[in-house]
C-alpha cells in the first residue's frame, strides 16, 4: 500500500489529453511538500520529467503538465503520441516516514 | 549532467547481505546540491525508496526495511555504496542510484540500474 494512491492505469487514443492523479493526505502533499512526476519506460532508467509541482525539466515537451490542490496531484499529457506509453510515477516527501515515499504508478496505455 | 553507474552481483544467496556500488561522474560529489540515494523496483511492482545519504555521511533510510540497509559515501573515490542484510527473495529487483536534489528532492539523475537476483 504506498503512500501516494495513483490509478493502476489510464489509456486514450493518440491526439487526446490524459490525466494521471496523485492522492496523498496531510502529511506528505497536503502539508506542501512538493511534487515530481517521473516517466519510467520497460528497461530503462525512470526520467524525471515534473519538478517541483509543475516545472519541466530541459528537453521535456510542454505537452506534459502537473498540477497540485490540496493533498493531491496530478499529471496532465495533451497531445497523446504512441511514445508516452510508459509506467509513470508521482513522488513526495512525507513527514510522519520522515522520507521520500513514491506513489505505485500508473500505466499508459496508448490505443 | 552527473553520470552514475551502478555494479556489483546480480545473484546474492538468501541471508547473506546485498552489496552495490555507485561510480559518479559529471560531479565532484562535495558541491551540497545532491543527496546520493539508492531506489529499487521488485517485478511487477513499482519504485520503492530505499535511503540516502549526503557527502557528509548524514543518511536518512526507508523504515521499512527495518534497519537492514545502510548506504556508505567515499568522495575521494566518487562513490558511494549500499548494503542490505538478511535478503530473501522479497529483495530481488532492479536496483537504481540516483540524485537527491536538496531542498526540492527530486530525482534528477539515475544510473541504468542493475538487476539482482536473491536465490540459493
Known amino acids: 500500500q504506498s503512500v501516494l494512491t495513483q490509478p493502476p492505469s489510464v489509456s486514450g487514443a493518440p491526439g487526446q489529453r490524459v490525466t494521471i492523479s496523485c492522492t496523498g493526505s496531510s502529511s506528505n502533499i497536503g502539508a506542501g511538500y512538493k511534487i515530481h512526476w517521473y516517466q519510467h519506460l520497460v528497461g530503462k532508467a525512470p526520467k524525471l520529467i515534473i519538478s517541483?509541482?509543475?516545472n519541466r525539466p530541459s528537453g521535456v515537451p510542454d505537452r506534459f503538465s502537473g498540477s497540485q490542490s490540496g493533498a493531491s496531484a496530478s499529471l496532465a499529457i495533451t497531445g497523446l503520441q504512441a511514445e508516452d506509453e510508459a509506467d509513470y510515477y508521482c513522488?513526495?516527501?512525507?513527514?510522519?516516514?520522515?522520507?521520500?515515499?513514491f506513489g505505485g504508478g500508473t500505466k499508459l496505455t496508448v490505443l | 549532467q552527473v553520470q552514475l553507474q551502478e555494479s556489483g552481483p546480480g545473484l546474492v544467496k538468501p541471508s547473506q547481505t546485498l552489496s552495490l556500488t555507485c561510480t559518479v561522474s559529471?560531479?565532484?560529489?562535495?558541491?551540497?546540491?545532491?543527496?546520493w540515494s539508492w531506489v529499487r523496483q521488485p517485478a511487477g511492482k513499482g519504485l520503492e525508496y530505499l535511503g540516502r545519504i549526503s557527502n557528509s555521511g548524514n543518511t536518512n533510510y526507508n523504515p521499512s526495511l527495518n534497519s537492514r540497509v545502510t548506504i556508505s559515501v567515499d568522495t575521494s573515490k566518487k562513490q558511494f555504496s549500499l548494503k542490505l542484510s538478511s535478503v530473501t527473495a522479497a529483495d530481488t529487483a532492479v536496483y537504481y542510484c540516483?540524485?537527491?536534489?536538496?531542498?526540492?528532492?527530486?530525482?534528477?539523475?539515475w544510473g541504468q540500474g542493475t538487476p539482482v537476483t536473491v536465490s540459493s
Open positions: 540516483a540524485t537527491l536534489r536538496l531542498g526540492q528532492l527530486s530525482f534528477g539523475s
Open positions: 517541483g509541482n509543475n
Open positions: 513522488q513526495s516527501y512525507d513527514s510522519s516516514l520522515s522520507g521520500v515515499v
Open positions: 559529471g560531479d565532484s560529489m562535495t558541491s551540497n546540491i545532491y543527496y
